[in-house]
C-alpha cells in the first residue's frame, strides 16, 4: 500500500515563482515516482485554515522557502514565527506535521540559517559549487544542462529523507548511542560531491546521518559525536578557512572526533573502537594542494592529537563505500545458529586463467583435507562465469585468492567481490579469508586486508592454517 503526504509551502507565490514552482514539480515527481509515495501539494492558505487541511493519520510537510524579498521585510521573523507556533499547536493536539526549509542561493542561507537552525528545523541547500571552477550555481542558473543533475540529486536526496520520516511516525525510545548513526564530517567543495555520493549509499543501507542539514555545525558537533558509532572525515586539495574559526570546517571536526575518541580512550582502552570508529580518507592522488592543507594533512598522518583511532585510508572511490559499509557492519552481524551438519565447508578458489594448472594443485590438497572446493576462473567477459562467481560468493563458507604476482594489484580486484556480497544480499559472514601466493612477501597495513591470511602454496601450510576451520567455523566479519 502506498503511503500518502501532503505539502504546504507558506508561500502564496508559489504559482508565480519559477524556481519554486519548478522545484515543487520535481519534488512531487521524485515523491511518486522514486519514494512511491502518494503527494497533494495544498494550495497556500491562512492560517486559521492548516487545522482544516491536515490530518492526524498522514504527515503533512511544512516547507518554508525564504525569498530575498521577504528578508528585505523588517518583520520576517515574527511572520515566519507565527507559522512555527502553529506547526507545534497542531502537532500537541496529535497531528503529524513536520518543517523543513530550503534555500534557493547562499545568501538567503547567511540570512536565516540561525533562525531555522534555532527551532531545529532541518535545511537543504538547493544551490552548489562548481567543483571545476569553486563558483556558486544558484537560483535558476541550477537548472541549466550542465547541472540540473546535480540538483536532481539533491531533490532525490530530500524525498528520500522524507521516505524516511514516513516510516517513523510513531516515536521510538531513544538509546544514548544510536547504532545506525554515523558523523560525517563536512568536506571541501571539490569533493562535496563524493560526501553526496557516499552519504546517498549509507541511507540506502539504513544508516542516520549526522549533523543534520542546516543545523549550525559548531553547537551541534560535540552532541553529534555523543550519538555516532562511528565519524568519517574526506579531505580534499583546499584549505578553506571558516571566519568563526581559526581553521577550516574539516579540521575543527576532524580534531572534536579526535578528542572524543582519547576521552573514550581513557575508560575503554584497547576496546575504544567497539564503541566508536574512525575514518579518514584521502584521494589517491592530491594534485595543486594548498600550503595550509598540505601542512595539515602532514599532521593527520603523522600526529596522533590528529589521527586518534583512525584509520587512514588512500584508496579509490569505487572502493571506498565498501570498506566503510564492512567496516560499520563488522561486529553487527547477526546469524541465525547452524547445526555441525548444516555447515558444508565450502571454500572458494579464486585464480587467475593463466594459473590453471597450479590451481588444480591448490584445489587437491585442499579437497584432501576436508574442504569442497568450487572454482571459477577469472574471465569476467563470459556473463555465464561471473554468474557463477556471484552463485560461489552467496554459498561459500570461506574465500581463498591464489596469486604469484610480485604486486597485489589483481587481488585487491578481487577482494572488491567480497564487499559487493553484501550488496547481492549476503549477511552470512565469510569463516575464513586468505591468500596463497610464494611471491608476495606480507600485506600492507590497509583497512581492505583486516583479517586476511597470507599462506604459503604447501599442503602443510594448508594443513596448519585453513583446517582448523572445517570443525571451528569462527565468524571473522568481512
Given at each position: 500500500?502506498?503511503?500518502?503526504?501532503?505539502?504546504?509551502?507558506?508561500?502564496?507565490?508559489?504559482?508565480?515563482?519559477?524556481?519554486?514552482?519548478?522545484?515543487?514539480?520535481?519534488?512531487?515527481?521524485?515523491?511518486?515516482?522514486?519514494?512511491?509515495?502518494?503527494?497533494?501539494?495544498?494550495?497556500?492558505?491562512?492560517?486559521?485554515?492548516?487545522?482544516?487541511?491536515?490530518?492526524?493519520?498522514?504527515?503533512?510537510?511544512?516547507?518554508?522557502?525564504?525569498?530575498?524579498?521577504?528578508?528585505?521585510?523588517?518583520?520576517?521573523?515574527?511572520?515566519?514565527?507565527?507559522?512555527?507556533?502553529?506547526?507545534?499547536?497542531?502537532?500537541?493536539?496529535?497531528?503529524?506535521?513536520?518543517?523543513?526549509?530550503?534555500?534557493?542561493?547562499?545568501?538567503?542561507?547567511?540570512?536565516?540559517?540561525?533562525?531555522f537552525s534555532s527551532y531545529q528545523i532541518p535545511s537543504y541547500p538547493f544551490y552548489f559549487v562548481d567543483s571545476q571552477t569553486g563558483d556558486w550555481v544558484r537560483d535558476m542558473h541550477v537548472f541549466q544542462k550542465d547541472y540540473v543533475r546535480f540538483?536532481?540529486?539533491?531533490?532525490?536526496?530530500?524525498?528520500?529523507?522524507?521516505?524516511?520520516?514516513?516510516?517513523?511516525?510513531?516515536?521510538?525510545?531513544?538509546?544514548?548511542?544510536?547504532?545506525?548513526?554515523?558523523?560525517?564530517?563536512?568536506?571541501?567543495?571539490?569533493?562535496?560531491?563524493?560526501?553526496?555520493?557516499?552519504?546517498?549509499?549509507?541511507?540506502?543501507?539504513?544508516?542516520?546521518?549526522?549533523?543534520?542539514?542546516?543545523?549550525?555545525?559548531?553547537?551541534?558537533?560535540?552532541?553529534?559525536?555523543?550519538?555516532?558509532?562511528?565519524?568519517?572525515?574526506?579531505?580534499?586539495?583546499?584549505?578553506?578557512?571558516?571566519?568563526?574559526?581559526?581553521?577550516?570546517?574539516?579540521?575543527?571536526?576532524?580534531?572534536?572526533?579526535?578528542?572524543?575518541?582519547?576521552?573514550?580512550?581513557?575508560?575503554?582502552?584497547?576496546?575504544?573502537?567497539?564503541?566508536?570508529?574512525?575514518?579518514?580518507?584521502?584521494?589517491?592522488?592530491?594534485?595543486?594542494?594548498?600550503?595550509?592543507?598540505?601542512?595539515?594533512?602532514?599532521?593527520?598522518?603523522?600526529?596522533?592529537?590528529?589521527?586518534?583511532?583512525?584509520?587512514?585510508?588512500?584508496?579509490?572511490?569505487?572502493?571506498?563505500?565498501?570498506?566503510?559499509?564492512?567496516?560499520?557492519?563488522?561486529?553487527?552481524?547477526?546469524?541465525?545458529?547452524?547445526?555441525?551438519?548444516?555447515?558444508?565447508?565450502?571454500?572458494?578458489?579464486?585464480?587467475?586463467?593463466?594459473?590453471?594448472?597450479?590451481?588444480?594443485?591448490?584445489?587437491?590438497?585442499?579437497?584432501?583435507?576436508?574442504?569442497?572446493?568450487?572454482?571459477?576462473?577469472?574471465?569476467?567477459?563470459?556473463?555465464?562465469?561471473?554468474?557463477?562467481?556471484?552463485?560461489?560468493?552467496?554459498?561459500?563458507?570461506?574465500?581463498?585468492?591464489?596469486?604469484?604476482?610480485?604486486?597485489?594489484?589483481?587481488?585487491?580486484?578481487?577482494?572488491?567481490?567480497?564487499?559487493?556480497?553484501?550488496?547481492?544480499?549476503?549477511?552470512?559472514?565469510?569463516?575464513?579469508?586468505?591468500?596463497?601466493?610464494?611471491?608476495?612477501?606480507?600485506?600492507?597495513?590497509?583497512?581492505?586486508?583486516?583479517?586476511?591470511?597470507?599462506?604459503?602454496?604447501?599442503?602443510?601450510?594448508?594443513?596448519?592454517?585453513?583446517?582448523?576451520?572445517?570443525?571451528?567455523?569462527?565468524?571473522?566479519?568481512?
Amino acid at each position: 500500500m502506498r503511503k500518502s503526504l501532503k505539502i504546504i509551502f507558506n508561500s502564496s507565490e508559489i504559482k508565480s515563482d519559477s524556481w519554486l514552482l519548478r522545484f515543487s514539480n520535481y519534488f512531487k515527481h521524485a515523491l511518486e515516482n522514486r519514494e512511491q509515495i502518494n503527494v497533494s501539494i495544498i494550495e497556500w492558505e491562512e492560517l486559521n485554515q492548516w487545522q482544516n487541511l491536515v490530518s492526524a493519520d498522514e504527515l503533512t510537510l511544512v516547507v518554508y522557502c525564504p525569498s530575498q524579498n521577504e528578508l528585505e521585510q523588517t518583520t520576517w521573523q515574527e511572520d515566519y514565527l507565527e507559522f512555527i507556533n502553529e506547526v507545534k499547536r497542531l502537532n500537541e493536539s496529535a497531528f503529524n506535521l513536520y518543517q523543513i526549509a530550503i534555500w534557493q542561493n547562499e545568501s538567503i542561507k547567511e540570512e536565516t540559517s540561525h533562525f531555522f537552525s534555532s527551532y531545529q528545523i532541518p535545511s537543504y541547500p538547493f544551490y552548489f559549487v562548481d567543483s571545476q571552477t569553486g563558483d556558486w550555481v544558484r537560483d535558476m542558473h541550477v537548472f541549466q544542462k550542465d547541472y540540473v543533475r546535480f540538483f536532481l540529486f539533491k531533490v532525490f536526496d530530500l524525498a528520500k529523507e522524507v521516505n524516511l520520516l514516513l516510516r517513523n511516525l510513531k516515536p521510538k525510545a531513544k538509546s544514548k548511542k544510536n547504532a545506525r548513526s554515523i558523523f560525517f564530517a563536512e568536506v571541501s567543495y571539490d569533493i562535496q560531491y563524493i560526501r553526496n555520493n557516499i552519504i546517498r549509499e549509507l541511507k540506502n543501507h539504513g544508516y542516520h546521518i549526522l549533523p543534520q542539514p542546516g543545523i549550525d555545525v559548531f553547537n551541534a558537533t560535540d552532541q553529534d559525536l555523543l550519538k555516532s558509532r562511528m565519524s568519517i572525515h574526506f579531505f580534499g586539495n583546499y584549505y578553506i578557512e571558516h571566519p568563526s574559526i581559526n581553521g577550516s570546517i574539516e579540521q575543527y571536526q576532524n580534531q572534536k572526533a579526535s578528542e572524543y575518541y582519547l576521552e573514550l580512550a581513557q575508560t575503554y582502552k584497547a576496546d575504544t573502537k567497539k564503541y566508536f570508529k574512525r575514518i579518514i580518507w584521502m584521494p589517491e592522488e592530491l594534485k595543486d594542494l594548498d600550503q595550509e592543507q598540505k601542512d595539515l594533512l602532514d599532521k593527520i598522518k603523522y600526529d596522533p592529537e590528529y589521527n586518534a583511532g583512525a584509520d587512514i585510508i588512500r584508496c579509490p572511490v569505487e572502493e571506498l563505500k565498501d570498506i566503510i559499509i564492512a567496516e560499520l557492519e563488522r561486529d553487527h552481524v547477526l546469524l541465525e545458529d547452524q547445526d555441525d551438519d548444516e555447515q558444508k565447508n565450502i571454500l572458494y578458489l579464486i585464480y587467475n586463467e593463466n594459473q590453471s594448472v597450479e590451481a588444480d594443485q591448490v584445489k587437491r590438497s585442499l579437497e584432501e583435507i576436508g574442504f569442497q572446493v568450487y572454482t571459477t576462473v577469472d574471465n569476467d567477459s563470459q556473463f555465464e562465469i561471473t554468474q557463477k562467481s556471484m552463485e560461489n560468493l552467496m554459498l561459500c563458507d570461506g574465500v581463498v585468492f591464489l596469486s604469484n604476482a610480485y604486486n597485489l594489484n589483481w587481488v585487491r580486484s578481487k577482494i572488491n567481490l567480497i564487499y559487493k556480497a553484501k550488496g547481492w544480499g549476503r549477511l552470512k559472514p565469510y569463516s575464513f579469508k586468505a591468500i596463497i601466493s610464494n611471491t608476495i612477501e606480507e600485506l600492507p597495513l590497509d583497512p581492505v586486508y583486516n583479517d586476511v591470511m597470507l599462506i604459503r602454496a604447501n599442503h602443510e601450510e594448508f594443513e596448519q592454517q585453513l583446517k582448523p576451520f572445517i570443525k571451528n567455523q569462527d565468524k571473522i566479519e568481512i
